[in-house]
């Protein structure tokens, strides 16, 4: 991390958004003590809305039931009711 006083910031801007660009941060000081940060800009992510696939999947009636064999074949010996039925 480089620290820079406010008027070399100033004066090579440009340059130090370049920098930053490239994933490198960089304090601006005034007097030797730290006033800000430059940092890469992350874009904020949009939050997922649900229902967007609503009428297009479709899941079989029969979808919880395990076919035979499949929990002798997994080596389940004692599964509880509720979870194969």
């Avoid at 730290?34 to 800009?41: C, E």
């Avoid at 874009?43 to 035979?68: C, N, S, T, V, Y």
Wanted: charged fraction near 30%; charge should be negative; avoid cysteine.
């Amino acid at each position: 991390m480089d620290v820079t006083n406010i008027h070399e910031a100033k004066t090579h801007l440009s340059k130090l958004l370049e920098r930053v660009e490239q994933g490198e941060e960089i304090v601006i000081a005034r007097a030797g003590r730290p006033v800000a940060k430059l940092v890469p800009y992350e874009a904020a992510h949009e939050r997922r809305k649900g229902g967007q696939l609503r009428g297009r999947i479709w899941m079989a009636p029969d979808f919880d039931e395990l076919p035979e064999g499949f929990a002798e074949a997994f080596g389940i010996t004692s599964v509880k009711d509720d979870v194969l039925a």
